[in-house]
């Protein structure tokens, strides 16, 4: 569930007149690896990749690339133009990179069209790109997939393994987000990728291992108007286990009914969490000098079903992916460790954590 | 007297002073011809110099551009964008637009303004609402200088067909790029299907990462581009046109010295009027103590003022005349050239301080000899009485010889080779030419009045003899006058017999050329760049039509050969049936390679492509087409006036071979003998059925053909004449001086019992006269000019062969003019002739 607002923005933008949209709605038939891939019929889909890496001297990194797909539909009195270049789709991708132990973070995004190959999913090649960044699933039985993405400041090659099947969040197929029927996204995960590859910078070439999340979603319009943002945690600890929460707040600032998550043990079975079984608080803020907004960056995490706390950390706190002529709007995406406990077991771990809409509450004077 | 102060005064401020306007006069003829100096540096700057090849605009930062002939298969822009490399690819349509299909051809583009907006700064303040700003009907954002607002509706003529249009939005217009002012903006699938190029690419605009240099890059490009794609420099369309256009600036710019000449002509006759005059003045002051140098110094100061002031008096005028002279070259070199607008006039310091430099170096140079006359006359003359009466001696046989030399010198100058494109050779021979016949004119002189004396006593009477005598009488004087308005009336004539040997010979060979019965090309104005397209339906239907014997078929497209912009042409030049009479070199037989033609990679090329490239039969051609690079044989070489860009023809199914479009650019038609042009131009108006194509007779297609000619050489003939102005100005500045020198001699012809009509007829016939002689040796050097122009300034420039011919009536009106402008010009002074009184004249002495 993720960047939501970012898609919204866009088909907000885009869709100036809605055909009617399939909606994600429970009892949905999964076929994969099918389900991997476009799904026309919903207005907005995102493949989302995060990860923890380090090179073997323990030089920590953190990277982003993300694949949206948003369809536009345009009034009929357009002229019809050269399907190719028509822009039913918009393709969206953003790229970034975290390079924790130097303190540095860089991030980039591109938008296209289909156009003569410019950007797209295809199922038969197994593949989603958008100009050189790309994905292709090596093999579509395990899940393999190689990433590769090339930028004006890098260029990463990462092989990703799963060592857990994906899981589908939330209950009956659905993660639900609101109250009305489809306010809700089909939402799938694999959550403990085994990564491994290359990272050529301009500080060097860096051999790199590490941990990635790839997750999947496709819906149409699943927010609420009275959504304003959202908190996301990925998070992978090193007991095997992982953890996606969620929390969704609304204008008021107080987390909505809907937040929820999913835990996934060690064997890969998941565990759908409703909103009353997470706590969530933010502890320190750090304001972002470009956006101005004032991001949470330190949470501590409580889930008294698994006897679980956890407090949230980043050793780089200007995660931000905002720029002036940005497409989208501001948010802070980054590299996370976690530490704490579960079941009663000390422990630590790695992710990701999403904040969205902190740039509009800062404008009202909410912190 | 030793120091220089209260001899300038003395010498130089007072006179100065007293004699107001003849002053202003040659103030001013310095200050035209300076103007006209800086007026058309500045105007050819805005026109061609600082101009960007108008679809280069919208470039943003990229460095390399790929482009191919007939447009890129847009899958290629798929593959590259996947590229494991940083480079950003933007993907361009480029053609041309007018708006209900009338005015100015407007460049129009296709971009990809989802892709890469930012690249290019919409007035929408979020680039991404372009994206939003696609759905709608036809959106375009249009330059500033086409005053349309968003939401308005625009129709615009592109090829051959009408498309309406909803402005979307207004472009930003960056420093300096001029091209954007005029631009029509539309997202790439819509110009590609408005522009009927679906699935292609024009060009595709590289941005290349910085970490490596930029042939590194190339390189990379070069393996993964087919062959026939070319990758360019970014701008290098632009420096191409420039390249092109320099010989075009730099004859314009010898034009333009013209009248500076004459003003040189005219300083250094007002110096010499001083020198003359103050020459007691001048004995006194040496009396004084004052050295030669010092009174040599006096006089060039003299003409450092004149040029000083003049100078600056140019810049202002030249800036003012540089409004005009950019829309006129501006057309010129929109019809011959380029479809570009021109930038704005710069009147930068460098243009001023060349301009004041000029002026100054040339009012300098000609007081060099009087002053220097001047610092030679010796003290005791301030005793000698009858300074009026003094005459320059002038040693003509000597000069006569000098300018035999010159004559000499020039015909062998104007043998030589160009210098760099350039005819730097043939124009030093015209200055000599000019500096000889400066020389004889002496001579000439005192030879006309031993001629016509008989003949102006019977026509003019005893004033005419007067005025005659007086003229030989100063002679150093009027010799200098008449050089001046010669040299105007000679550069005029030779001009207007160069252009009109240029136009005659376009016209015949146009009448040579098009024998077909119609003309068929899409609306709007032609252009040397532009190639609009027709539906290829329309030439098969036409020849469906009873009583068309054939119809041919002709594309064209612009292509970059070795460094230059060229026009790749395929036509159905040797089908049978058709009778195009396309004429070759002397020499070459037009039926054999004609039969050939169609038989393989050959190609014929046009005379001025054969020139600027150094080809002839036999040279082999290689132009970047689909499949890689083609060679092609050239068979010959054939006479073509259309375009200086020079032509490569092939016959229409070779280019067919490797441009596979159908799309005709034009349609020439043939009737069968007995047929009805009537009846068939009406099949012909069925067949277009509304559609925007000009059918045309060959005698519209020549009458429309010399408008384009005649707009091309409008700057020249208005160069012409600022010349003759400068000379014109001159004459009265002299004639004026010659009068106040002369007041005695009047006074005593009053006291004779002269009336005072007749002193002013007397002015008057030497006004005539001096017209006369002017008119006479001005011809003549523009005869030897024009044959210098003709045959090989244009040639070494051009590469055209002109055949040359006497523009009668065009030479009548140039000396016409002349001899009236004299005339007039003796009137003020004979105005103040008759105004003085004989007995304040005579107290005076």
Redesign the interface.
């Known amino acids: 569930m993720k960047s939501r607002a970012i898609a919204a923005f866009l088909a907000m933008l885009l869709s100036a007149s809605a055909r009617q949209w399939q909606l994600a709605l429970p009892g949905c038939h999964y076929q994969f690896p099918r389900d991997h891939f476009s799904h026309p019929d919903y207005e907005t889909e995102w493949w989302y990749y995060t990860g923890n890496l380090r090179d073997p001297g323990g030089h920590r990194f953190g990277f982003e690339l993300t694949f949206f797909r948003v369809a536009v539909n345009l009034p009929q009195q357009t002229v019809p133009s050269d399907a190719s270049w028509r822009p039913d789709q918009i393709y969206l991708a953003h790229l970034a990179l975290s390079d924790i132990d130097r303190g540095e973070f860089y991030h980039t995004e591109r938008l296209n069209r289909a156009g003569p190959g410019l950007a797209g999913i295809d199922s038969s090649e197994g593949r989603y790109w958008n100009g050189n960044w790309q994905v292709r699933w090596v093999s579509l039985e395990t899940g393999e997939q190689e990433l590769r993405a090339v930028c004006e400041r890098f260029a990463i090659h990462l092989d990703l393994t799963p060592e857990k099947p994906f899981v589908i969040h939330g209950r009956n197929g659905v993660s639900q987000k609101g109250a009305e029927p489809g306010r809700a996204s089909h939402y799938i995960s694999f959550t403990r990728l085994r990564a491994s590859g290359q990272l050529e910078s301009n500080g060097g070439s860096f051999s790199l291992t590490g941990l990635a999340w790839m997750d999947h979603e496709f819906f149409t319009g699943q927010l609420g108007s009275s959504v304003a943002g959202w908190d996301w945690f990925a998070i992978q600890l090193d007991n095997n286990e992982e953890l996606m929460l969620y929390r969704l707040r609304n204008k008021s600032g107080q987390a909505d009914p809907y937040s929820s998550g999913t835990y996934v043990d060690a064997r890969g079975e998941s565990r759908f969490l409703d909103s009353s079984q997470i706590s969530f608080s933010p502890g320190e803020f750090w304001q972002s000098p470009v956006s101005g907004a004032a991001y949470p960056v330190a949470w501590k995490i409580a889930v008294p079903s698994l006897d679980l706390e956890l407090s949230e950390r980043t050793s780089l706190k200007d995660q931000e992916l905002f720029s002036r002529n940005s497409y989208s709007p501001a948010y802070w995406e980054g590299a996370v460790t976690y530490s704490g406990r579960i079941h009663s077991q000390p422990v630590n771990g790695v992710g990701y954590l999403e904040m969205t809409g902190y740039k509009e509450t800062q404008k009202v004077g909410a912190h | 007297m030793k120091t220089l102060g209260p001899l300038l005064v003395n010498l130089i401020v007072r006179p100065m002073g007293r004699e107001r306007v003849r002053t202003a006069l040659t103030l001013f003829a310095v200050a035209l011809g300076v103007g006209v100096v800086i007026a058309i540096d500045l105007a050819g700057a805005a026109a061609a110099g600082s101009f960007h090849s108008s679809l280069e605009s919208l470039a943003g930062k990229s460095t390399l551009v790929l482009h191919q002939t007939g447009g890129i298969d847009?899958?290629?822009?798929?593959?590259l964008?996947?590229?494991?490399?940083?480079f950003d690819f933007a993907?361009r349509i480029e053609d041309f637009a007018s708006i209900n299909g009338k005015g100015e051809a407007l460049p129009f583009l296709g971009l990809?303004l989802?892709?890469h907006?930012?690249q290019h700064e919409f007035q929408n303040d979020r680039?991404?609402?372009a994206?939003?700003d696609?759905?709608?009907?036809?959106p375009v954002w249009v330059g500033q200088r086409l005053k349309l607002r968003p939401g308005d509706q625009v129709s615009l003529l592109i090829n051959d067909s009408i498309h309406r249009f909803t402005v979307r939005g207004i472009l930003k217009t960056r420093r300096g790029e001029i091209a954007e002012k005029n631009a029509i903006v539309a997202?790439?699938?819509?110009a590609?299907?408005v522009t009927g190029s679906?699935?292609k690419l024009d060009s595709i605009d590289v941005t290349i990462?910085?970490?490596h240099s930029v042939d590194y890059w190339r390189e990379i490009l070069a393996k993964n581009v087919p062959a026939g794609i070319t990758i360019d420099d970014q701008g290098s369309r632009t420096e191409e046109n420039r390249k092109m256009l320099t010989a075009f600036r730099s004859n314009l710019r010898v034009l333009s010295y013209i009248a500076l000449l004459v003003g040189a002509f005219l300083i250094y006759s007002t110096i010499e009027v001083s020198v003359v005059r103050r020459r007691a003045d001048i004995g006194i002051v040496r009396a004084l103590g004052a050295t030669r140098k010092m009174v040599a110094t006096a006089f060039l100061a003299e003409a450092l003022v004149i040029g000083l002031v003049g100078s600056v008096l140019g810049v202002v005028i030249g800036r003012v005349m540089a409004q005009g002279a950019v829309a006129l070259i501006g057309s010129t070199v929109q019809s011959l050239y380029v479809s570009s607008e021109p930038a704005p006039i710069a009147l930068t310091g460098g243009a001023i301080l060349i301009g004041i430099g000029t002026g100054l170096l040339v009012s300098m140079l000609a007081a060099l000899a009087p002053a220097i006359e001047a610092s030679q006359v010796a003290p005791v003359e301030a005793m000698a009485r009858g300074r009026q009466e003094y005459i320059t001696i002038t040693r003509s046989g000597k000069k006569v010889v000098w300018a035999a030399a010159m004559f000499a010198t020039a015909v062998v100058l104007s043998k030589l080779p160009p210098l760099e494109r350039q005819p730097i050779f043939a124009y030093a021979a015209a200055l000599l030419l000019v500096a000889g016949t400066a020389s004889a004119i002496p001579a000439t002189v005192s030879f006309f009045e031993g001629v016509a004396k008989r003949a102006v006593s019977l026509l003019l009477g005893v004033e005419g003899s007067l005025a005659l005598h007086a003229l030989r009488a100063s002679l150093g004087r009027t010799s200098v006058l008449t050089s001046a308005l010669a040299t105007a009336v000679a550069m005029s004539s030779s001009v207007g017999i160069m252009v009109g040997s240029f136009r005659e010979t376009v016209w015949v060979w146009m009448e040579d050329q098009l024998k077909a019965d119609f003309y068929l090309s899409p609306a709007g104005r032609p252009g040397a760049d532009r190639h609009p397209t027709m539906d290829p339906g329309i030439g098969s239907a036409i020849e469906r039509l009873p009583g068309v014997a054939a119809v041919d078929r002709a594309r064209s497209y612009t292509i970059s050969y070795a460094g230059l912009p060229a026009t790749l042409m395929g036509a159905e030049i040797s089908k049978a049936g058709s009778s195009r009479n396309t004429r070759f070199m002397p020499g070459q037989d037009r039926n054999r390679i004609l039969g050939q033609l169609g038989r393989g990679d050959y190609a014929i090329i046009s005379e001025p492509f054969a020139n600027k490239h150094g080809l002839g039969v036999g040279s082999e051609i290689v132009l970047p087409l689909r499949g890689g690079k083609q060679t092609f044989k050239v068979l010959g070489v054939y006479y073509d006036y259309s375009t200086e860009r020079g032509i490569v023809l092939l016959d229409w199914h070779t280019l067919l071979k490797y441009l596979p479009d159908a799309a005709p650019s034009s349609l020439v038609v043939f009737l069968k003998s007995g047929a009805d042009p009537e009846a068939v131009h009406r099949g012909i108006d069925g067949v277009i059925a509304g559609r925007p194509v000009m059918v045309l007779t060959s005698s519209k297609l020549r009458r429309e053909g010399i408008a384009v000619f005649d707009r091309t050489f409008r700057i020249t003939y208005a160069l012409e004449a600022v010349a003759v102005t400068v000379a014109v100005l001159g004459i009265a500045g002299a004639l004026l001086a010659l009068v106040i020198d002369r007041r005695r001699e009047f006074a005593l012809v009053r006291f004779l019992g002269g009336a005072q009509v007749q002193i002013r007829r007397i002015i008057l016939c030497e006004a005539g006269l001096l017209g006369l002689l002017a008119n006479g040796i001005g011809l003549g050097l523009g005869t030897l000019l024009s044959l210098l122009l003709v045959f090989v300034i244009n040639k070494q420039s051009f590469g055209w062969t002109i055949q040359f011919h006497w523009p009668v009536a065009l030479l009548l009106a140039v000396l016409t003019t002349v001899f009236v402008a004299t005339l007039l010009a003796g009137i003020y002074p004979a105005g103040v002739a008759t105004r003085m009184n004989p007995i304040e004249v005579i107290h005076e002495e």
């Open positions: 847009q899958s290629l822009l798929g593959r964008v996947q590229l494991p490399y940083a993907p990809d989802i892709g907006p930012g680039p991404d609402s994206a939003r696609l759905a709608g009907a036809n997202d790439i699938g819509l590609q299907q679906a699935g990462p910085p970490d």
